[in-house]
């Protein structure tokens, strides 16, 4: 036998138990279709929903009763009450003109509502920018002299910030002035 024939013959060797695996049927992982017909119908069948009976006309429908968006007798009945008692306390108390009945009487002078608005302001610190100090607020940035309007109970409010120190701030409404202190984190 020469080489060539040789070669040949270990490489059909060599190839053999891979040509029984190619000649081979495959079988299927899938059961044959009588089989898979009954487990279709009975899924089908499980997953029909019942067919509901209709329910009598008189029966109370819980979850949409007739009214059910209306407002509860006793529910007016207290928002009356407390309304009354509202008014009652702002009349004893002197309310400005013009307050709606059952409404916390606001600040009424010039200095009451740059107290009231400098309460709400929380700056969490200051920082030298070009050597002008800036003092923050949230996310903003204010420097010596700016105007930012500030809204509390439906009206708005012009503000000036006059000055910044290390720990202190000064707000200027109108004609009034306000220092108040810079505490980082803290709610004043």
Same mark, same amino acid.
């Given at each position: ?72 007798? +006793? +529910? ?83 503000? +000036? ?15 009034? +002035? ?11």
């Amino acid at each position: 036998m020469n080489s060539r024939s040789l070669l040949v013959f270990l490489g059909l060797s060599a190839l053999a138990p891979f040509a029984s695996r190619v000649v081979a049927k495959e079988t299927s992982d899938l059961e044959p279709p009588e089989k898979r017909r009954a487990i279709v119908e009975v899924a089908q069948r499980i997953t029909r929903p019942p067919e509901a009976e209709p329910l009598p006309a008189d029966l109370a429908q819980p979850f949409s009763p007739p009214g059910f968006d209306q407002p509860d007798p +006793e +529910e007016l009945r207290a928002i009356a009450a407390a309304n009354a008692k509202a008014a009652a306390a702002g009349a004893a108390a002197g309310a400005r003109p013009g307050a709606a009945a059952g409404q916390a009487a606001g600040p009424s002078g010039d200095r009451e509502i740059l107290d009231s608005l400098a309460a709400r302001l929380v700056p969490s610190g200051t920082i030298m920018l070009n050597g002008a100090p800036l003092l923050i607020i949230g996310k903003n940035r204010f420097e010596i002299g700016a105007h930012f309007t500030v809204t509390y109970n439906n009206q708005d409010y012009e503000l +000036e910030l006059s000055s910044i120190d290390r720990t202190t701030f000064t707000l200027r409404y109108q004609s009034e +002035e306000i220092t108040r202190p810079i505490k980082p984190g803290k709610s004043q």
